[in-house]
């Protein structure tokens, strides 16, 4: 069974930045493909950005594209979404995600595994 734990969420002012992170449990994760997504109150899921196993190919949602950067450190099974440039539409729990398959992909479907969320609060 894999479990991923993000952490890094927060509180924060518009224009702010915050890193997340989530380490999975996994013997299989250097050939896994991760995910972020985000979900506000009332919203669907919606995703966010992904990157491949070896981390040469990443793919984002264009309402974080240049502010948003996904990275994995396969040493330490660990990925993380930097976030720069915060908005308070950028409120949301996010989530952490992880699919049996090398290559990115963008709906939620496509992933077998979820982590339990880290809330990010962006205030105006």
């Known amino acids: 069974q894999v479990q991923l734990v993000e952490s890094g969420g927060g509180l924060v002012q518009a224009g702010g930045s915050l890193r997340l992170s989530c380490v999975a449990s996994t013997r299989t994760f250097s050939s896994d493909a991760m995910g972020w997504f985000r979900q506000a109150p009332g919203k669907e899921r919606e995703f966010v950005a992904s990157i491949s196993w070896t981390g040469s190919s990443t793919y984002y949602a264009d309402s974080v594209k240049r502010r948003f950067t996904i990275s994995r450190d396969n040493a330490k099974n660990t990925v993380y979404l930097q976030m720069n440039s915060l908005k308070p539409e950028d409120t949301a729990v996010y989530y952490c995600?992880?699919?049996?398959?090398?290559?990115?992909?963008?709906?939620?479907?496509?992933?077998?595994?979820w982590g339990q969320g880290t809330q990010v609060t962006v205030s105006s």
């Open positions: 995600a992880a699919r049996k398959a090398a290559v990115v992909a963008r709906t939620p479907s496509e992933y077998e595994y």
